[in-house]
T-cell receptor
Framework: DAGVTQSPTHLIKTRGQHVTLRCSPI?????VSWYQQVLGQGPQFIFQ???????GRGNFPDRFSARQFPNYSSELNVNALLLGDSALYLC?????????????FGPGTRLTVT | RKEVEQDPGPFNVPEGATVAFNCTYS??????FFWYRQDCRKEPKLLMS???SGNEDGRFTAQLNRASQYISLLIRDSKLSDSATYLC?????????FGAGTRLTVKP
């Protein structure tokens, strides 16, 4: 079975631009969560969606938004990019609605803002 | 103070050694605890959950001390394939907090 997939794998953007990252969960998983991992740090929770509804939100500015589609795939949008947004963006899926359950991570999208 | 703190290491140990990592957390209301493993330039993967009574999975043993607000991971008989970064994760009210990780290198 396919694992969590993310696209694109790498992305280079300029300050002030907008970016959309995409994630497809494992088949049958209804929960998708997003994390930002800066080099040398652990992942930081951004959002969780379950059954197309936002279930949790981390401490990120309103420039970050997300949504989940009827097929449970998800998009993370970041507006007005800053240099500090450069990071690995990880998507994770799980069958259950709470982050308490095992999260299966995708390979990530590496975003570089110049 | 960070919500989840880990010694970044690196821990460099020979094959067959026993190594232990600790992780402290600041929120006494934290509900659940996990260890994830992350290989270099790869995604994190769940290693094990940490139960109040402590739990073991093969060569790996996890312990929780709620009074002192720390969790630990013990790896016995280290293998070369154990080389990775070990992330401590604390869950509370549908929020996951990851530590920065402890890097382990097992050498022949």
């Amino acid at each position: 079975d396919a694992g969590v997939t993310q696209s694109p794998t790498h992305l280079i953007k300029t300050r002030g631009q907008h970016v959309t990252l995409r994630c497809s969960p494992i088949s049958g998983h209804k929960s998708v969560s997003w994390y930002q991992q800066v080099l040398g740090q652990g992942p930081q929770f951004i959002f969780q969606y379950y059954e197309k509804e936002e279930r949790g939100r981390g401490n990120f500015p309103d420039r970050f938004s997300a949504r989940q589609f009827p097929n449970y795939s998800s998009e993370l949008n970041v507006n007005a990019l800053l240099l500090g947004d450069s990071a690995l963006y990880l998507c994770a899926s799980s069958f259950q609605g709470a982050l308490l359950y095992e999260q299966y991570f995708g390979p990530g999208t590496r975003l570089t803002v110049t | 103070r960070k919500e989840v703190e880990q010694d970044p290491g690196p821990f460099n140990v020979p094959e067959g050694a026993t190594v232990a990592f600790n992780c402290t957390y600041s929120n006494s209301a934290s509900q659940s605890f996990f260890w994830y493993r992350q290989d270099c330039r790869k995604e994190p993967k769940l290693l094990m959950s940490v139960y109040s009574s402590g739990n073991e999975d093969g060569r790996f043993t996890a312990q929780l001390n709620r009074a002192s607000q720390y969790i630990s991971l013990l790896i016995r008989d280290s293998k070369l394939s154990d080389s990775a970064t070990y992330l401590c994760v604390v869950y509370n009210n549908n929020d996951m907090r990851f530590g920065a990780g402890t890097r382990l290198t097992v050498k022949p």
